[in-house]
């Protein structure tokens, strides 16, 4: 079974520097990668996705995130925060069952300092 | 258009109470999603329809229902539920490519559930 592993409960950064928020999986075949984001009470937007091709990902808001199959990680970053990205930011991997559910990580909680 | 919409926003109910939950999408996506969310917790999957059919059930306890009476609309029927079932409920849909290949999943708002 997969699984996601986000290391950093919480994490304070000071608005207008860089952020990565770190997340490691474990899967037996290539994995199918999501980031999502949900502000308080809402539901999640997904960030950004990689299925396959360039492990380099661009997705919305100025996030990136690189996949390193060699570290089965797949780390989310930002050259800039603002303070409209305090949030909780979920990892996720789905399976390979057709339509199957998403496994997510424990989740990041950001915090933006002024 | 990603937009999954979800009624009621906010659900007050007794134990011995039956409700419902009901989820949207006109995307023409055929799989769609229940997860349920506990308080700084992740989602956890609750069943998953594919065109229609009920494909994965998570060993959800039968006081919830799942219905799907077409492919835009996804409904959970609840009925005496506890006070630990008090959690947001997301629904998801995505397309459900042939080949087990896997598509977004977009989520909806969420149904904030309050068991008393």
């Known amino acids: 079974a997969q699984s996601v592993t986000q290391p950093d409960i919480h994490i304070t950064v000071s608005e207008g520097a860089s952020l990565e928020l770190r997340c490691n999986y474990s899967y037996g075949a290539t994995p199918y990668l999501f980031w999502y984001v949900q502000s308080p009470g809402q539901g999640l937007q997904l960030l950004l996705k990689y299925f396959s091709g360039d492990t380099l990902v661009q997705g919305i808001k100025g996030f990136e995130a690189e996949f390193k199959r060699s570290q089965s990680s797949f780390n989310l970053r930002k050259p800039s925060v603002h303070w409209s990205d305090a949030a909780e930011y979920f990892c996720a991997v789905v399976g390979n069952r057709g339509a199957d559910g998403l496994t997510f990580g424990k989740g990041t909680h950001l915090i933006i300092q002024p | ?116």
């Open chain 2, 1 to 116: 258009d990603t937009e999954v919409t979800q009624t009621p926003k906010h659900l007050v109910m007794g134990m011995t109470n039956k409700k419902s939950l009901k989820c949207e999408q006109h995307m023409g996506h055929r799989a769609m999603y229940w997860y349920k969310q506990k308080a700084k917790k992740p989602p956890e999957l609750m069943f998953v329809y594919s065109y229609e059919k009920l494909s994965i059930n998570e060993s959800v306890p039968s006081r919830f229902s799942p219905e799907c009476p077409n492919s835009s609309l996804l409904n959970l029927h609840l009925h005496a539920l506890q006070p630990e079932d008090s959690a947001l409920y997301l629904c998801a849909s995505s397309q459900d490519l042939a080949g087990g290949f896997q598509e977004t999943q977009y989520f909806g708002p969420g149904t904030r559930l309050l068991v008393l």
